[in-house]
C-alpha cells in the first residue's frame, strides 16, 4: 500500500534492505532517500544477475519482433500480382515488336499475306488477356500454379520474338528456295519436338528420381510453401548431381542449327539480302530450344505439380520469395 506523505509504495525485500517505506516518524524520514537508494542498487545489482545489463534482452527482443514483421510482410505481400505486373510489359513488348519487324521484313512477301504481323498481335492480345483472368481469379492467393502460368506466359511471349520471328518466319515467308524453306521449318520444328521431349524426361527424372518435391515444397501451418529462389537453386542442384546426358545432347542440338545454316550459305550462290535474316534464324533457334525446356520446367513444377500435391495433401501449395 502506498504511504500517503512520502508516495512511495509499500515494502520490498532487496537482500538486507528490508523496506523504503517510513513509519511515519520523522526520525526516520531523512533516512528513506539514502535507504532507497542502497535498496535500487540492490535490487539493480541483482536484475543484472538474472538479465545481464538489458541490452542482450532488448536485442533478442529486437530480432524477433523485426523477424516477425518481416514475415508478416511476405504474408502480406502477393506474388501472383507482382509477376503479373513483371510480366504484362514482357508480353507487350515482345509480341509487338516481333509484328513491327515481321511487318517491315515480310511484309510485300507474297507468301506472308497479313501474316507477318498478325501472329504477333494475336500473342499479345492472348497472353493480356490471360493475365487479366489471372489476375481476376488468383489475386491475393498467392497461388503457385497461378504463379507458374503467368511465368509461362512471358516465357510464350519471348518464344515467338526469338523462335516464331526469327526462325520460323525466315523458312515460312522469305525468297528462298521452297525446298530448302520447308526442309528448314520441318527441322525446327522436329528439333523443337525432340528437345521439348528432352526437358520433360528430364525433368520429371528430377521429380520422381530426387529427394527435390521434399525439399522444394515445405509444409508451414497447414498450407506448403514452394520458394522460388531456393526452388531454382536446388533443381539446379539436384540436376546436376544426376549427370543426366542432357547436357551433351543440348551441346549437340545447339550447334546444329547455326553449322547446318553456315554449311547452306557457303554452298549457296544467293548470299545476297537474306544473309542477315539467315544469321538472325541461326541464332534464334538455339535460344528459342532454351526457352523451350525452360517452358517445360515452369509448366511440370509450377503448375502440374502443385494441383497433385494440393490433391494429395488436401493442402494449398503458396509461392513465396
Known amino acids: 500500500m502506498a504511504d500517503g506523505r512520502s508516495g512511495i509504495a509499500g515494502p520490498f525485500d532487496c537482500g538486507r534492505y528490508a523496506c523504503c517505506r517510513p513509519s511515519g516518524g520523522e526520525e526516520c524520514w531523512g533516512d528513506v532517500k539514502e535507504i532507497c537508494g542502497l535498496s535500487a542498487k540492490c535490487c539493480g545489482q541483482r536484475l543484472r544477475s538474472l538479465f545481464g545489463d538489458g541490452r542482450e534482452m532488448i536485442g533478442a527482443v529486437t530480432e524477433i519482433v523485426g523477424a516477425g514483421m518481416s514475415e508478416a510482410h511476405q504474408v502480406d505481400r502477393d506474388y501472383v500480382v507482382e509477376m503479373i505486373g513483371k510480366t504484362i510489359p514482357i508480353c507487350l513488348v515482345f509480341p509487338l515488336s516481333g509484328a513491327g519487324l515481321g511487318y517491315v521484313i515480310y511484309g510485300d512477301s507474297r507468301v506472308a499475306s497479313g501474316l507477318s504481323w498478325e501472329v504477333g498481335v494475336f500473342v499479345a492480345i492472348i497472353c493480356c488477356f490471360l493475365l487479366a483472368f489471372v489476375y481476376s481469379k488468383y489475386r491475393r492467393t498467392n497461388a503457385l500454379m497461378a504463379y507458374g502460368i503467368v511465368m509461362s506466359l512471358g516465357v510464350v ?31 525446327g520444328l522436329g528439333l523443337s519436338v525432340s528437345w ?11 521429380i520422381r528420381a530426387t529427394n527435390f518435391v521434399e525439399r522444394a515444397f515445405v509444409g508451414i501451418e497447414g498450407i506448403i510453401v514452394y520458394r522460388i529462389q531456393n526452388g531454382i537453386l536446388l533443381f539446379d542442384e539436384v540436376n546436376n548431381q544426376k549427370r543426366s546426358p542432357r547436357k551433351i545432347y543440348a551441346s549437340a542440338v545447339y550447334g546444329v542449327a547455326p553449322f547446318g545454316f553456315v554449311l547452306y550459305r557457303i554452298l ?25 525446356g525452360f517452358f517445360v520446367r515452369v509448366y511440370l513444377i509450377m503448375i502440374a505439380l502443385p494441383v497433385k500435391v494440393e490433391r494429395q495433401q488436401q493442402k494449398r501449395v503458396v509461392v513465396a520469395a
Open 196 to 206: 521439348m521431349c528432352v526437358a520433360y524426361n528430364n525433368v520429371k527424372n528430377v
Open 268 to 292: 549457296s550462290t544467293n548470299f545476297g539480302g537474306s544473309g542477315v535474316l539467315v544469321f538472325v534464324a541461326a541464332l534464334g533457334m538455339p535460344v528459342s530450344l532454351w526457352f523451350v
Open 157 to 187: 511471349a519471348i518464344y515467338y520474338f526469338f523462335g516464331v520471328l526469327g526462325y520460323f518466319y525466315f523458312f515460312l515467308f522469305s525468297d528462298e528456295n521452297w525446298i530448302f524453306r520447308w526442309i528448314g521449318a520441318a527441322f
